[in-house]
């Protein structure tokens, strides 16, 4: 985040931004540069996902009611089979349901809330979301299908917020953070792969 928030910064520095646009480009930078660690459980991750127990308490409620229903207005088989429709709807989604679907979710979420708003870049972002929830660490998002997928988000905000240089802060702090990942840098044991799934060699 650090990395890509000095990549901002230096962007508004090289175009002469004001102030303000400088501390706007920062901030910029820093998030862009988290967007690739959307594939795993990580800080930002975590941060804009849906808690997973809001849709565990969803399922409960459901669970009840269906329950109440069965021993109101069900009988025999079907009363039965209400009932353990609902103790499973009270159990299985502790168990079942993983951080990671919740990211799923909530790229789901994002995606439909801005397709019903008409934002197209909000779509876009939901979309990103969605894709880095479903690949592996280091894979996908840290390779230049990751980049050309965000170009398309980056293209997408400049486009609703036309400030000069935008684009380029969100893109360059997403690469930041696939160039602070590189093996050259002592604390990384594991490299980038620059080239996947085409060329899996670690950078
Ligand atoms: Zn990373």
Known sequence: MAIGAATGVAIAVWTQSSVVEAALFGFVGGVAALAPDLD??????????????????????AGLLLALYSYFMLFGIKQ????????????????????????FLTGVIVAYAGWYINEMWIVYIGLFILFASVVSHRTWTHS?????????VAAE???????????????????????????????????????????????
């Open 40 to 61: 795993v459980n990580g800080k930002l991750a975590n941060k804009i996902t849906v808690e997973k127990k809001w849709l565990v308490l969803f399922f409960a409620i």
């Open 80 to 103: 039965i089979t209400g009932f353990l429709v609902s103790l499973g709807l009270l159990l299985l989604p502790k168990l079942f349901i993983k951080q990671r679907m919740m990211l």
């Open 144 to 152: 230049f299908v990751g980049v050309i997928l965000f170009y398309f």
């Open 157 to 203: 905000v400049a486009q609703k917020f036309p400030i000069e240089g935008l684009q380029a802060v969100l893109i360059l702090g997403y690469v930041s953070h696939l160039v602070a990942d590189m093996k050259m840098l002592p604390a990384n044991k594991k490299g980038t792969k620059f080239f996947y799934p085409l060329w899996k060699k670690e950078f």
